[in-house]
Every structure is written in structure tokens, then in C-alpha cells.
């Protein structure tokens, strides 16, 4: 008899990832619009208001990871969600742009410690036989909010105040902390490994054999960073708002369809023959993305950017994983997020300096080198590694 999955755990703990997931998808594709309309910003300041939220998530997740070894994933998760909902009310005190600056930084922070705790109590709820399958629908939290949320996001901009989407957000945010009550699990006792947090050790946040896939990730990263932060302001200057609305949505359902199928192949066929075509791929959507003239074009290029990005992520996170013995695997997906974080959130900031100078348009075709560059060192790093270790089994097994 297979151990049940559908616990009322897993399902509240994957509505908490979900609902967290959604406040930070209603915020970046639109705060970037609100500090300019609000606060005459640059794009360079607007994009850093946008970016620095991530910047905050790699550090939530960078020292989070000690802190849930210490006292455990529940406490960790308690005290985060508590620190979600005040930074996501902190909103309406931030009169200037450093107050927003600052509570961005803070939110995103928060933000990081709740899915890492979140991440680490679906693994200890799930039953190991499952942990896969389990993991695998726990994820689609994070896609469906993608598709949602900056659907709702533009549409409420369009039609209401700004200050709504603080208001939803707050709400929701509380209804994270009151389901947190209804979670039962086998709370895992705090690891004795690490006794010191204040210890500083690099193998103690890094995970070493993940870092040049990690690498690859960050300029991946970087790459889609400005569709996040600068899509709706692009989007009012070609006059496309009302199709942008729909892009994450056409990209989350690309990502739904074809994930089940490039995670077959993958395991079959090895990483190579999904990442290279994932790039160009993406490259092609950047391409027309950055040249859309009309609603087809746009959402043609959110189609080919899911395939493309959204593939190249789960599988970049999954060689991470390979590469890692198990005992490290949790260090090695921290590794691979705080990269992959470090990329999302210096983009906005970068490209936003370099708008004034160039436009929207260039600055999104210039991303196609970056992600050439991107495919180039995946060669390099593990790609071609990958490869002749594939070329030297075929020979043993001859």
C-alpha cells in the first residue's frame, strides 16, 4: 500500500509556499511602476526598489539554512511569517524611497527564511517513498503564482489604487501565519552538526561542486531579471499593457506542459539535450520579446522564454543536485538559489542604470548575449564534462 501524500500537512504547508509566493509575485512586476509614479525615480532607482527584494531573499536564505539546523524548520517558520507580515505592513509607512528601499531589503529577507522553512518541513512531512512526486506538485505553488500573480498585479494597477495590492498582500500574509496553526507533522530534532552560528566556515553556506552550474544560473538569471522588474513599464511604452497582463500566465502554462516531459528526457538523455535547446530557446524569446509590436508577438515570447528559462531552471537545479553527495544535497539547493537569487536581484538595478542610455529595447536584446555567454560556460563548466563521461561509459558498456 503506497503511504499517503494528500496529508493536511503537505496540502496547508504547499498553500503557505503558494500564498508567500503570490505577495512576491504581485509586487515585482508592479513596484517598479509605483516608485516612479509615486516618487518621480529613475528606472536605475526603480530597479533596484524591485531588485533589492531578491538581494533580501538571498540573505533570508543564506542564514536561514543554520538557524532551521539549530531550532528547527516550525520555529523558524513561525518567527518568519511573523516578520512577513510586518514588512508586508510596513508598506504603507514607507514615505520615502529609503523607507522602501530598506523594507524591501527586510521583506525579501523574511520572504527567504519562509520558503526555506517551508521547503524543509514538505521534507520532513513527505513520506521517503514519495518525496519526489511531492516535491515535485509542492514546486508548482511557486509557477502557478507566477502566472497569477502579476496577472492580478497589472490588472489591479490598471483599475485601482496602488495601495490595494499592499492591502491584499497584508491579508494575505496573515492568512499564511493563521494556517501555520493547523500544520501537524514529526517535528525533526535540531541537528547537533552545528553548534555555533556564529562560526563562520565557507563550506558551512556553499556547497563547492554546485557552484559552476550555479554560475551558469546567475547569468540566466540576470538575463530574465529586467522582463520581472521592467515588463509593465514596457509594456506602457509600446502600448502592449493589456497583453503583458497575460505574459506569466502563457509562460507558467509553457512551464506546466513541458516540465513532466524535460524532466523525462533528462533523466533518460542527461542534462545536454535539454539545456542547450532550453537557451536558445530563451535566447529566441528575448529576441521577440524585445521587437514585440503587437499582443501575438509579446505572448509568443512568453511561450518561448517559459520553455526556454523556465526549463533551463529545474534542470540547472537538478544538476546542482547530481553533483552533490547526499549528505549535502540541502547546501547544494541553497548554493544553486543563492546564485540564481544574487543574479534576479542585481539585474533590475544594472539595467535600470543602463535604460536612460538605450531604451527598454536594446537592453532586452543585449540580454541575448548574456544568455549566449550563459550557453558558452555551460559548455565549459558541465556540458562538455557531461558529455565525455557519457562518450567513456558507451565505450566501457561496448
Same mark, same amino acid.
Given at each position: 500500500?503506497?503511504?499517503?501524500?494528500?496529508?493536511?500537512?503537505?496540502?496547508?504547508?504547499?498553500?503557505?509556499?503558494?500564498?508567500?509566493?503570490?505577495?512576491?509575485?504581485?509586487?515585482?512586476?508592479?513596484?517598479?511602476?509605483?516608485?516612479?509614479?509615486?516618487?518621480?525615480?529613475?528606472?536605475?532607482?526603480?530597479?533596484?526598489?524591485?531588485?533589492?527584494?531578491?538581494?533580501?531573499?538571498?540573505?533570508?536564505?543564506?542564514?536561514?539554512?543554520?538557524?532551521?539546523?539549530?531550532?528547527?524548520?516550525?520555529?523558524?517558520?513561525?518567527?518568519?511569517?511573523?516578520?512577513?507580515?510586518?514588512?508586508?505592513?510596513?508598506?504603507?509607512?514607507?514615505?520615502?524611497?529609503?523607507?522602501?528601499?530598506?523594507?524591501?531589503?527586510?521583506?525579501?529577507?523574511?520572504?527567504?527564511?519562509?520558503?526555506?522553512?517551508?521547503?524543509?518541513?514538505?521534507?520532513?512531512?513527505?513520506?521517503?517513498?514519495?518525496?519526489?512526486?511531492?516535491?515535485?506538485?509542492?514546486?508548482?505553488?511557486? %509557477?502557478?503564482?507566477?502566472? +497569477?500573480?502579476?496577472?492580478? /498585479?497589472?490588472?489591479?494597477?490598471?483599475? #485601482?489604487? =496602488?495601495? !490595494? @495590492? *499592499?492591502?491584499?498582500?497584508?491579508?494575505?500574509?496573515?492568512?499564511?501565519?493563521?494556517?501555520?496553526?493547523?500544520?501537524?507533522?514529526?517535528?525533526?530534532?535540531?541537528?547537533?552538526?552545528?553548534?555555533?552560528?556564529?562560526?563562520?566556515?565557507?563550506?558551512?553556506?556553499?556547497?563547492?561542486?554546485? %557552484?559552476?552550474?550555479?554560475? +551558469?544560473?546567475?547569468?540566466? /538569471?540576470?538575463?530574465?531579471?529586467?522582463? #520581472?522588474? =521592467?515588463? !509593465? @513599464? *514596457?509594456?506602457?511604452?509600446?502600448?502592449?499593457?493589456?497583453?503583458?497582463?497575460?505574459?506569466?500566465?502563457?509562460?507558467?502554462?509553457?512551464?506546466?506542459?513541458?516540465?513532466?516531459?524535460?524532466?523525462?528526457?533528462?533523466?533518460?538523455?542527461?542534462?545536454?539535450?535539454?539545456?542547450?535547446?532550453?537557451?536558445?530557446?530563451?535566447?529566441?524569446?528575448?529576441?521577440?520579446?524585445?521587437?514585440?509590436?503587437?499582443?501575438?508577438?509579446?505572448?509568443?515570447?512568453?511561450?518561448?522564454?517559459?520553455?526556454?528559462?523556465?526549463?533551463?531552471?529545474?534542470?540547472?537545479?537538478?544538476?546542482?543536485?547530481?553533483?552533490?553527495?547526499?549528505?549535502?544535497?540541502?547546501?547544494?539547493?541553497?548554493?544553486?538559489?543563492?546564485?540564481?537569487?544574487?543574479?534576479?536581484?542585481?539585474?533590475?538595478?544594472?539595467?535600470?542604470?543602463?535604460?536612460?542610455?538605450?531604451?527598454?529595447?536594446?537592453?532586452?536584446?543585449?540580454?541575448?548575449?548574456?544568455?549566449?555567454?550563459?550557453?558558452?560556460?555551460?559548455?565549459?563548466?558541465?556540458?562538455?564534462?557531461?558529455?565525455?563521461?557519457?562518450?567513456?561509459?558507451?565505450?566501457?558498456?561496448?
Amino acid at each position: 500500500m503506497r503511504e499517503k501524500l494528500w496529508t493536511r500537512s503537505f496540502i496547508i504547508t504547499s498553500t503557505i509556499f503558494f500564498l508567500s509566493a503570490l505577495v512576491f509575485y504581485l509586487l515585482i512586476v508592479t513596484i517598479g511602476t509605483y516608485t516612479i509614479g509615486e516618487f518621480n525615480a529613475s528606472t536605475s532607482m526603480a530597479g533596484l526598489v524591485s531588485g533589492i527584494f531578491i538581494i533580501g531573499a538571498f540573505i533570508g536564505r543564506l542564514f536561514s539554512g543554520r538557524i532551521i539546523a539549530r531550532t528547527g524548520s516550525r520555529v523558524t517558520l513561525f518567527y518568519g511569517l511573523i516578520a512577513f507580515i510586518f514588512t508586508t505592513l510596513l508598506y504603507f509607512g514607507a514615505a520615502n524611497l529609503p523607507l522602501l528601499v530598506a523594507n524591501r531589503l527586510l521583506h525579501g529577507a523574511a520572504l527567504g527564511v519562509t520558503l526555506n522553512s517551508t521547503g524543509t518541513l514538505i521534507a520532513e512531512i513527505l513520506p521517503d517513498s514519495r518525496k519526489g512526486e511531492g516535491i515535485g506538485y509542492y514546486s508548482l505553488g511557486g %509557477i502557478l503564482a507566477a502566472a +497569477v500573480g502579476p496577472f492580478i /498585479g497589472i490588472l489591479m494597477v490598471q483599475k #485601482m489604487e =496602488f495601495s !490595494s @495590492i *499592499f492591502y491584499l498582500n497584508f491579508g494575505l500574509s496573515v492568512i499564511c501565519f493563521l494556517l501555520f496553526f493547523f500544520i501537524r507533522f514529526p517535528e525533526r530534532a535540531p541537528s547537533t552538526e552545528v553548534e555555533d552560528v556564529t562560526r563562520f566556515k565557507w563550506t558551512d553556506y556553499f556547497e563547492f561542486r554546485a %557552484i559552476p552550474i550555479s554560475v +551558469v544560473a546567475l547569468l540566466v /538569471g540576470f538575463s530574465y531579471s529586467g522582463i #520581472m522588474a =521592467f515588463l !509593465s @513599464i *514596457f509594456a506602457e511604452e509600446i502600448n502592449l499593457v493589456e497583453a503583458a497582463s497575460f505574459f506569466f500566465f502563457v509562460y507558467a502554462v509553457a512551464v506546466l506542459l513541458s516540465r513532466p516531459f524535460t524532466g523525462r528526457i533528462m533523466d533518460i538523455k542527461g542534462p545536454n539535450i535539454i539545456v542547450y535547446p532550453s537557451l536558445v530557446l530563451f535566447a529566441i524569446g528575448m529576441v521577440l520579446f524585445s521587437q514585440a509590436t503587437n499582443g501575438f508577438i509579446l505572448l509568443l515570447a512568453g511561450v518561448l522564454i517559459g520553455l526556454g528559462y523556465g526549463n533551463f531552471n529545474s534542470i540547472a537545479q537538478t544538476i546542482a543536485i547530481q553533483v552533490t553527495p547526499a549528505h549535502r544535497l540541502g547546501l547544494a539547493t541553497s548554493t544553486y538559489f543563492v546564485f540564481f537569487d544574487f543574479g534576479l536581484g542585481i539585474g533590475p538595478y544594472i539595467l535600470g542604470l543602463l535604460v536612460p542610455y538605450s531604451g527598454y529595447r536594446n537592453i532586452f536584446l543585449f540580454m541575448v548575449a548574456v544568455i549566449f555567454t550563459a550557453f558558452v560556460l555551460y559548455y565549459f563548466l558541465h556540458g562538455k564534462k557531461h558529455s565525455n563521461l557519457k562518450k567513456v561509459k558507451k565505450v566501457k558498456t561496448g
